[in-house]
């Protein structure tokens, strides 16, 4: 969280996707399985804060796709739904 907000910008590219796509893998793989939204609450919204963060440093210019990306992501499952 205290990373994103004050080293982001001095990140090379190529780290600052890296970084992006493992915590949005991360928060749909915890928020597919059945169950987790509630055994890991804390953790997914440590979780969702942090992309949070990422998205005010990335969005719109490096990061186009973000509302795209979000609509997609919630018709997968209902969990993941009731994440986004």
């Given at each position: 969280d205290d990373a994103i907000q004050l080293r982001w910008n001095i990140m090379p590219p190529v780290q600052r996707s890296g970084?992006?796509?493992?915590?949005?893998?991360?928060?749909?793989?915890?928020?597919?399985?059945?169950?987790?939204l509630k055994q890991q609450a804390l953790f997914?919204?440590?979780?969702?804060?942090?992309?949070?963060?990422?998205?005010?440093?990335?969005w719109p210019h490096n990061w186009?796709?973000?509302?795209?990306?979000?609509?997609?992501?919630?018709q997968k499952s209902e969990q993941l739904c009731e994440n986004n």
């Open positions: 970084i992006r796509n493992y915590i949005v893998q991360k928060i749909i793989s915890v928020s597919t399985v059945e169950g987790a997914l919204n440590k979780l969702n804060l942090v992309l949070i963060q990422i998205v005010k440093k990335e186009p796709s973000f509302i795209t990306d979000l609509v997609s992501s919630s």
